[in-house]
């Protein structure tokens, strides 16, 4: 059963990430009382009976971000199968509003990958951002960013680490794989020579590594992702957060106690891998980040040659910082595509001065 007190300190990233204020989701965190499936004061009934009244509301996509914190970190039973069910239903309805806006579904051998796209053309292809989150986080949270992808003219595609939502692949050491199999999915209305792969946490981790070898990717921006020490020091990883390793279980099909010795090592890039890379990496790091070792933003800045770092003063996912980084993210994925100019400057000013405010609250 899932701590309820770790799952109420990792979901306000998360929470925030998707627009909820603190006066959405901390009513709906104190009705949690447990994590028994079906109990009326369990995470995943509070959380989807919430989405529920969204719903009748007529508010779908609020509703559908309810359901979407309903299901975290995985689906483990009937409650949390339930709440995956309702947020799928939920982004469907969603996007029947939306123009240019389908689904997509990707073959990889028995497996299957899901996918949401905006903006796909055969007879004007546009630069390609790939969009994925961590390994709890779904495909149907990510409605914002295809909006403003399609708004900068990019063609994009969300889809979810193996595992992950409706992603029936294995994580496993052949993960970025995966990656290579949606580029070449949407080859033909994209421009996929141009892709910029958005790849936030663990999912920059499979960025990275197959930009090695997949040329097609030109850039990465990612944020609070494992590098190498995370995969390598056994140490760090007995006193990683039960949730995270527990997700990292679930989603490798291997027992937690193994991951350490039989997983994760074979993962880790090395000094000469990240020196290869002749791409803009950009990593929003927290400083006082439980899940990432300290050592991982250091041999990014000891071997990345083009590397560009926003460092906050924060825990996991920086949730004191969520609108500041968000417009980092957003400021990077302009530059990066071709913007210039009055936009991405304000954006960047708009930030710094975010920053100067939180500095100023702290020293207060």
């Given amino acids: 059963m899932n701590d309820v007190a770790e799952l109420k300190q990792f979901i306000v990233v998360h929470a925030k990430a998707q627009g909820l204020k603190p006066e959405d989701y901390q009513p709906i965190l104190d009705r949690i009382a447990g994590d028994t499936d079906g109990a009326a004061d369990s995470w995943a009934h509070v959380w989807r009976t919430a989405g529920a009244e969204r719903e009748a509301a007529g508010d779908v996509l609020q509703a559908n971000r309810r359901y979407v914190m309903a299901r975290f970190p995985y689906v483990d039973g009937p409650g949390r199968a339930a709440a995956q069910q309702s947020y799928l239903n939920a982004f469907e309805r969603w996007s029947k509003t939306q123009k240019d806006l389908e689904p997509l579904e990707i ?12 903006g796909l053309s055969t007879t004007a292809p546009r630069p390609l951002v790939l969009i994925m989150g961590g390994i709890i986080s779904v495909k149907e949270q990510w409605a914002p960013t295809l909006r403003l992808a399609n708004r900068l003219g990019l063609a994009a595609v969300v889809t ?10 294995r ?21 996929t020579a141009r892709t910029t792969a958005l790849a936030l946490s663990f999912s920059g981790h499979l960025a990275l590594r197959c930009a090695l070898t997949d040329r097609r990717i030109r850039a990465v921006i990612t944020a609070g992702a494992p590098i190498s020490a995370f995969f390598t020091d056994q140490t760090w990883q007995r006193q990683l957060p039960k949730v995270t390793l527990e997700t990292l279980g679930h989603l490798a099909n291997t027992p937690t106690e193994e991951l350490g010795r039989a997983l994760l090592p074979g993962m880790a890039l090395t000094e000469d891998q990240l020196a290869a890379l002749d791409i803009p990496v950009y990593y929003l790091a927290s400083l006082r980040d439980e899940v990432i070792p300290p050592e991982d933003l250091a041999l990014l800045r000891r071997t990345v040659r083009d590397l560009h770092v926003l460092a906050n003063d924060d825990v996991h996912g920086s949730p004191g910082h969520v609108l500041e980084s968000r417009l980092w993210i957003v400021q990077s994925l ?12 304000l954006l960047g000013a708009l930030r710094r001065l975010l920053r100067l405010r939180s500095s100023f609250r702290t020293q207060r």
């Avoid at 979810?160 to 692949?169: I, Y």
């Fill in 334 to 345: 302009m530059l990066l595509t071709g913007g210039r100019g009055v936009r991405p400057a």
């Fill in 160 to 169: 979810e680490m193996p595992g992950v939502g409706e992603n029936t692949l």
């Fill in 171 to 191: 994580y496993d050491a052949d993960s970025p794989g995966m990656i290579t199999a949606v580029l070449d999915a949407v080859a033909d209305r994209a421009d």
């Fill in 107 to 118: 073959g990889v051998g028995a497996d299957r990958i899901r996918c949401w796209a905006t």
